[in-house]
């Protein structure tokens, strides 16, 4: 499966199976709550035996997953969507802890099952897949019972939203991608474990997560850990997740990777979004809503301690971006319009997508904050990747380390208090060139004159005129505006920040104009 396909498929499917029952399903045909998931044999379990186990598989050679029956896979999309976990059926369901897991079929996209355990004390016990655990609406045939069969992935509960009703805040399905919301939050961007060759033209290698294992913790815990075995052609490795959900949910992330082979281009922390158009690049689509994305920024906190801004773009043609630093404090894509007349979308609810900010554990040192973007014509596609790349490649044989958090959030937990970029535009001018139109939003320190400030405006080449600044009424912030010239140029870099008496006042806005 290639990239368009795979991600594709991720997304509808999170957007189908997400929080909130499915619109336009037929009647159930059968399924019970008698069919609660049984577990298997206990198992000794330690993170030490997990690391030495997926140190034992790095070498050897890769083996393909084994996959579910074929009548599995030869589902429609229609008829997987109508096999639906029973919620009766969820783990941990009649006990008082907070957490309940419940378990996605295998098939279609999913054609190979995921094995996953829960832990209790130093002990794991296996999660038997069971047909019975599921409803099936009409819509999808009789279908074999095999002991290939397993699930495809899981979500968990929680009572995030109201204290009386858990609602899913995470789901991991499909390679080694993740999703996950804060309170208030709709499912939109997804995490993964480790993006390899990400826009090479030899193609991606996605990872898988292949086993998981889950310590649900005790009754009045606020937190749940996921272990996740990672496999691939190129590298093993594993990922513990501490997750706790809340208003903005967090994740402490600790890996441990074993490559195969050289990884030249390994993407650590990766985040995967979507970006289709907003008042940068509105003329490309005949579409009734003002704007289309997940994410409409990377925004980055370098370790010189400069915080960026760099909007993004949908080209035409596939382009990456990287932002060379030494110990990066933080990074992420951020959704920063968070009203529905911005998007004027009652379905999709963009104005409630999170955002993801990564925040380093350790001194990951020198490498760059990549961001990938591919050209999309429709919203179904996730189109922009960012990562960090380290500058030195992995090596077979070595063990390598990453520990982060990653915050599921609304705005990113910065340490300065920067006014913050909210909104670009661009058009032509009239009088030839084009115009760029920046929104600030409100800052504690914001003059009442003006003439005190500087906007300093730059091009990687060709003119650009000095910024104009002005008072948006409808923000309560500061507008820049300023002019340049593209000439007979197909690409220009564009960077503008507003300074106070010397020092910055404004995030650094930076731009990729493309023809």
Same mark, same amino acid.
Request: net charge neutral.
């Given at each position: ?15 189908? $199976? ?44 890769? +083996? ?36 309940? $897991? ?28 069971? +047909? ?7 819509? &999808? ?55 390899? #060759? ?12 292949? %086993? ?40 402490? &992330? ?11 281009? &390994? ?5 995967? %979004? ?47 971006? %990287?932002?060379?630093? #030494? ?100 058009? +032509? ?20 004159? $003006?003439?005190? $400030?500087? &906007? ?33 140029? #197909? ?25």
């Amino acid at each position: 499966m290639n990239r368009r396909n795979l991600l594709t498929s991720i997304a509808a499917l999170c957007a189908s $199976l997400g929080v909130g029952p499915l619109r336009g399903q037929a009647a159930w045909a059968d399924g019970a709550a008698s069919g609660a998931v049984k577990l298997g044999t206990s198992t000794p379990f330690s993170r030490d035996l997990l690391i030495d186990q997926v140190r034992k598989l790095s070498g050897q050679a890769y +083996k393909k997953p084994p996959q579910v029956p074929q009548d599995w896979i030869d589902l429609n999309y229609d008829q997987y969507r109508g096999i639906n976990f029973n919620r009766e059926s969820a783990l941990w369901r009649e006990t008082q802890r907070p957490f309940e $897991l419940e378990f996605f079929a295998p098939g279609l996209y999913f054609p190979s099952p995921i094995m996953v355990s829960v832990v209790e004390g130093n002990e794991a016990r296996p999660v038997l897949f069971s +047909k019975r655990a599921f409803n099936f609406s009409q819509a &999808v045939p009789p279908l074999s019972d095999s002991d290939a069969l397993g699930y495809s992935g899981f979500r968990i509960r929680a009572p995030i939203n109201r204290p009386d009703r858990k609602d899913e805040f995470v789901v991991f399905q499909g390679a080694s991608y993740f999703r996950c919301v804060g309170r208030g939050h709709a499912y939109g961007m997804s995490a993964r474990g480790l993006a390899l #060759n990400t826009g090479e033209p030899e193609g991606e290698e996605f990872p898988d997560f292949r %086993s998981f294992w889950i310590e649900g913790g005790d009754e009045g815990t606020q937190s749940i850990t996921v272990h996740a075995l990672l496999d691939s052609p190129s590298v093993a490795g594993l990922y513990t997740f501490e997750i706790t959900p809340g208003a903005t949910t967090q994740m402490n &992330v600790e890996s441990v990777l074993f490559p195969r082979t050289e990884l030249p281009h &390994v993407g650590i922390a990766a985040e995967t %979004s979507m970006f289709l158009f907003d008042e940068t690049n509105r003329n490309r689509f005949d579409d009734f809503r003002p704007a289309v994305h997940d994410s409409d920024g990377l925004l980055i906190e370098n370790g010189a301690g400069e915080t960026l801004w760099r909007q993004l773009a949908n080209p035409t043609n596939l382009q990456t971006s %990287s932002f060379v630093d #030494n110990a990066p404090r933080g990074f992420g894509l951020m959704q920063r319009p968070r009203k529905l007349s911005d998007y004027a979308d009652l379905e999709a609810n963009y104005h409630k997508r999170p955002g993801l900010w990564v925040i380093p554990g350790e001194d990951w040192g020198r490498g760059a904050v990549t961001l990938v973007e591919i050209p999309a014509d429709r919203e179904i596609y996730d189109n922009i990747v960012a990562y960090w790349r380290p500058r030195t490649p992995l090596q077979p044989g070595t063990e390598y380390r990453y520990s982060y958090k990653l915050v599921w959030c609304d705005q990113a937990p910065l340490s300065g208090k920067l006014a913050r970029v909210i909104n670009t535009r661009m058009g +032509k001018r009239f009088e030839g060139g084009r115009l760029a139109s920046i929104d600030y939003a409100p800052v504690e320190n914001m003059p009442d004159d $003006l003439s005190r $400030l500087m &906007v300093h405006t730059s091009s990687n080449f060709g003119p650009v005129s000095q910024g104009i600044v002005q008072r948006n009424p409808a923000t309560g912030g500061l507008r820049v505006a300023f002019n340049f010239d593209t000439g007979n140029r #197909n690409l220009m870099e564009l960077r503008s920040q507003l300074m106070l008496d010397g020092k910055p006042l404004s995030e650094v806005w930076l731009y990729r104009w493309t023809a």
